[in-house]
């Protein structure tokens, strides 16, 4: 498909830039970094009235060209860099018409770098709830620019805008908005003549930002830097100056295109609701209470949908059984893969229920609110509030939440926050935990509400964030650095979710969840099924005539004898002898060695485990009998008669897994931030030594 135009999405945090990317480009999108750097960029294709097909590329969120991040760096580097490959031809700049004063600081400065500009004036819809009125065609006039209202979230204007940007080529240059060269014009006149530059706002930025700018040269860097001595330029000073130029022009435009009503109390319903959602006592009771109704409504919504998975699952293995003829491949596909990924899906309602969740707070904005009060407990445990998004984004997935690290300046903050970010309950823990709980809490309700399996599930919930916190406080005295961080943001006003985005959401991640666990379930589980079902030597072959002798055949009946040779054979197995070697380090904490299995497996991946329990149990059991994989686990019993899943066994194992660094992928976006084994290898041995000491404490108490 040929690219005939390079459209830029830029505006502050929170204007609706990413929802009108969503509109614009639908599902032709892509997701890469920009060039150089480990920063995420989202392009899509737009295609436009005059058949011509426009590359829209979705800038980071930033509130002026002036970075406090390497996400804000971006946006400058992308617009000034000629040789860049993504430099648009056309700036498209969002602004919340109902929050315009504080938006229109970064157009000024884009308008004045002289690429060609469209205004999207997005939340008109907001805009006139307030009582705001913009004349639309006089604020056009005033910054010379084409000026679209639109409303991203109702797809309003969107077709306006799209003929807009077909014609951008036709506006003439936008004036400038403040008189840059009088900030500093012997020094911009110079820039321009030495590093050739023709704008004179680029000239300043330069000047500005030249030590983190990659497409300048060091001998130019180095010039520029002589030519700030040389002219006394005071790069703050100038930024103050220039800051105030801005807003004089900004009020002046206000003050002719823009009026308000003005109310008895001139307070919004989002600021009425913050009073209490963010009160310093209520929020946090009102925040709790909200967890609790979710994972409540996880085991009760999920109950139905994920029986008649587990039902499908035990019909398919029985039937496929019954129709193909016995022998290794049957077993393979029956009880290797399929049994390996009944005990995954069955949780998909589990997942798609607890994304919905999640898409709906941060849709209203309550999420925002939750960063916001969480703010208060970093900055006393060390950390800067801008961890909090890590940490709650560490609920889905550890991979994102740390990678969205990067917004964190300072060091120290960002080094603890990816250190501690696996600690939180992630999806992949999910199955886990449910299926341990659903094996030794009870299915009764305390106080008539409150179900005690949802009372776990949130208990472990809460203690992922409790532990996260206390390992950071410990960091904090253990890492040193001299920088303080600091923590900017802005609270959007309450909206009612769009739920065709929360289903878009649920299907997205309950999709993403069974492609990605399901190739590893499908690859542990042949594995698998190989070590369990083949030995060293012949040592199967000295079973099979051991119970042919007749004071086994005359004792016990045919199901039974299958049922001892089938045992005896996974113990035997290479996987048993897999786990009869790490069975002495792991039988303190109270597992046995086809336990020890499924922790080794679900190293890369944690939701393997379930996986590796019902293969395992496939191997281990009657082929006629098909079960569940939680009725396999639950009438599991030792070699005493005694039950293996005991709750002493089942809260060892979940803290086990609340602690223990379980995930590849992990390991891997460590290295990969960190520029350095050393990290996720100190991450990895710290997260061992808790889980397994958190284990042992749980099993002794409980036992």
Request: aromatic share 10%; with cysteine.
């Amino acid at each position: 498909m040929n690219i005939d135009l390079k459209v830029a999405l830029v505006g502050n945090p929170n204007t609706g830039k990413s929802t009108l990317f969503n509109v614009l480009t639908g599902l032709n999108q892509k997701i890469g970094n920009f060039p150089g750097v480990t920063i995420d960029k989202k392009t899509g294709i737009c295609d436009l009235p005059d058949g011509r097909h426009a590359q829209i590329i979705d800038l980071p969120g930033t509130y002026s060209l002036y970075p406090k991040s390497r996400d804000e760096s971006i946006v400058f580097s992308v617009l000034a860099d000629r040789s860049n490959p993504l430099r648009p031809d056309l700036v498209v700049v969002i602004l919340d018409a109902s929050n315009l004063k504080r938006n229109l600081l970064l157009y000024t400065q884009v308008a004045d770098l002289k690429i060609p500009v469209i205004v999207a004036l997005n939340m008109m819809d907001l805009a006139k709830k307030s009582d705001i009125i913009i004349d639309v065609d006089a604020f056009a006039r005033k910054l010379g620019v084409p000026v679209v209202p639109i409303s991203a979230r109702k797809i309003e204007g969107i077709d306006k805008l799209k003929q807009a940007i077909t014609f951008a080529n036709k506006f003439a240059l936008q004036e400038d908005t403040i008189d840059v060269e009088a900030l500093a014009p012997q020094l911009i006149a110079q820039i321009g003549r030495e590093i050739e530059v023709e704008n004179p706002y680029f000239a300043l930025q330069l000047a500005h930002q030249h030590e983190t700018l990659t497409f300048l040269t060091p001998a130019q860097s180095n010039r520029i830097e002589e030519l700030e001595h040389e002219f006394s330029f005071h790069s703050q000073k100038a930024q103050a100056s220039e800051t105030i130029a801005r807003y004089s022009f900004i009020n002046d435009l206000l003050y002719d295109t823009v009026t308000k009503k003005e109310t008895a109390q001139d307070q919004t319903i989002s600021n009425k609701i913050d009073k209490i959602l963010t009160h310093k006592t209520f929020g946090f009771i009102i925040f709790f209470a909200i967890l609790l109704f979710i994972f409540q409504s996880i085991f009760a919504w999920s109950a139905y949908p994920m029986q008649l998975i587990a039902d499908f699952f035990v019909w398919l293995q029985g039937t496929l059984h019954r129709l193909l003829p016995s022998g290794p491949l049957t077993s393979l596909v029956v009880d290797g893969v399929l049994g390996g990924l009944s005990g995954v899906m069955v949780f998909i309602p589990q997942i798609a229920i607890l994304f919905g969740f999640i898409s709906i707070l941060e849709d209203t904005g309550y999420m925002s609110r939750v960063t916001f009060m969480m703010d208060r407990i970093m900055r006393k445990v060390g950390l800067n509030g801008k961890s909090v998004v890590p940490l709650i984004g560490g609920f889905a997935c550890a991979v994102p939440s740390i990678m969205s690290t990067r917004n964190i300046e300072n060091w120290k903050d960002r080094m603890i926050t990816i250190m501690v970010t696996p600690l939180v309950t992630c999806s992949a823990r999910l199955p886990v935990y449910t299926l341990l709980i659903a094996l030794v809490v009870p299915d009764r309700n305390v106080w008539w509400i409150f179900n005690m399996k949802g009372l776990a599930l949130t208990g472990m919930y809460l203690f992922s964030l409790v532990s996260a916190v206390t390992v950071a406080f410990v960091m904090k005295f253990i890492l040193k650095a001299r920088e303080r961080g600091y923590f900017i943001m802005e609270l959007p006003v309450y909206r009612m979710p769009r739920w065709k985005n929360v289903g878009h959401s649920m299907y997205d991640r309950a999709k993403a969840f069974v492609l990605q666990a399901g190739k590893v379930i499908i690859a542990v589980s042949v594995i698998l099924w190989v070590l369990a079902s083949y030995g060293p030597g012949d040592r199967f072959q000295r079973i099979e005539d051991k119970y042919k002798q007749p004071r086994y055949t005359q004792h016990l009946n045919a199901v039974d004898l299958n049922h001892v040779i089938a045992s005896e054979k996974l113990e035997n197995s290479y996987a048993g002898a897999l786990g009869h070697a790490i069975e002495p380090v792991i039988r303190p904490l109270g597992f046995d060695w086809k336990i020890g299995i499924a922790l080794i497996t679900s190293f890369a991946a944690r939701e393997v485990f379930v996986g590796t329990m019902a293969t395992i149990y496939s191997v281990d059991g009657d082929a006629e009998k098909i079960e569940s994989v939680q009725q396999k686990m639950h009438t599991a019993k030792n070699q005493d008669g005694t039950p293996v899943f005991t709750a002493a066994v089942a809260f060892s194992l979940m803290m086990f897994y609340a602690f223990a660094m379980q995930c590849a992928s992990t390991v891997a976006v460590v290295y990969r931030e960190t520029k350095s084994w050393r990290w996720p290898t100190i991450q990895f041995a710290y997260m061992t030594v808790l889980a397994y000491a958190a284990s042992f404490i749980a099993y002794h108490l409980l036992r």
